[in-house]
């Protein structure tokens, strides 16, 4: 997730749709519409010069967790003076700055809230990001022999984050501080590849984040790349039971391949080294495929998506992934690819923020599920 924090399963849902705004970066040098009004219904107003607050229903079909729906509160704010004039320094237009509350209930218990806030300063030179979420999450863990095995992960995340830019570039560099404070309960006997000690522990890490973004649309993009590397360290001093490294790299590309066709792509690896809690372990993350099912030291996906844009307002869209988890259980040779596909729509609801809202269905391997998305599902 954009996160960061992906491997952590306790909260998934609500940080997921979180998660599309948590890596807000520039807006685009043009608007990906007309800013013309037109007769379709449209909140860009509502949302930024009435201060209006944005609901954002969640239906929850996630396998992991079953049924169940949450809502989410977003209040959007327009950059301050000094950022409207970065744009015309040849920077792109500073994003808005995002407040966000929300919580979540499924079907089989699983529940939580988060909070989280996003500002710049400064045309864009300076970005914060902190969120704040707390919750419990009944999954199941698989391990070696591949059979799930109910447990109970209650938990509270801390994420803090700034960024600077390079020079003039779309590049930014800064420290990532994140905090799990986690208490796990098996219903039933522990696996025995497990230590009691991994069942109720403390997970800080600090580290550094590098992002480039070129995207005409933090929420919606035609066209444009993201990209980000990070690397963190958890250690005693950071606040953590256990010593171990995540390091992660993903991209995200958009390429206008006809008037009305844009073509995407995503790649994304999630890597780890010493002693990772089994729930803090990268785990393959598509569409239709249940969070955690296959998780181990390592996990890699690359993901396609079409999308054909029928009218100004309305697009569709077709995707297609692979993913696979290995490095403790399996091999990589060993371990199994995993493969999704699916379709959605999204309807442009806020035209000067570029927002889309919409759903996403997928298939993959004995497991279906739809998603409701605000903006892309890539995060």
Known sequence: MALGENQLPNLTRLLAVLGCL???????????ASDEPDAAFDTSDFLLNRKGVFPVPMV?????????????????????EDQEAGSSTGHPKAPPNVTGAGALLTENGSRGGALFHFHTWQGDKYRYLGALAHGRVNLDYYGPLNQGRGYQLKGTMLIQQLLARIGDS???????????????????????????????????????????????NIFYPNRGHYAELSAQVAR????????FETYSARTYTWTPIAPKW????????????????????????????????YQDRNALVAEGEVRWNVTRRWSVLAFTGVGKAYGNWQSFSEASNVVSVGTGFRYLIAQKLGLAVGIDVAHSKDQNAFYIQVGSAWR
């Open 236 to 243: 005693r001093w950071t606040g953590s039971d256990r010593d």
């Open 262 to 293: 844009t073509l995407g792509f995503r790649a994304d690896g999630q890597f780890t080294d010493g002693a990772v809690p089994f729930y803090a372990q990268p785990y393959v993350d598509l569409r239709g495929v249940s969070r955690g099912r």
């Open 22 to 32: 948590l890596p807000l970066a520039g807006l685009a040098d043009e608007p990906p």
């Open 170 to 216: 779309r590049w930014y560099v800064g420290p990532r501080y994140s905090y799990f404070g986690s208490d796990a309960r098996f219903r039933g006997e522990v696996p025995g590849e497990l230590g009691s000690a991994e069942l109720g522990e403390r997970i800080g890490k600090l580290g550094a984040v590098v992002q480039y973004d070129s995207r005409d």
């Open 60 to 80: 929850i079909t996630e396998p992991a967790v079953g049924y169940g729906g949450g809502l989410m509160l977003l209040y959007f704010s327009k950059p301050s």
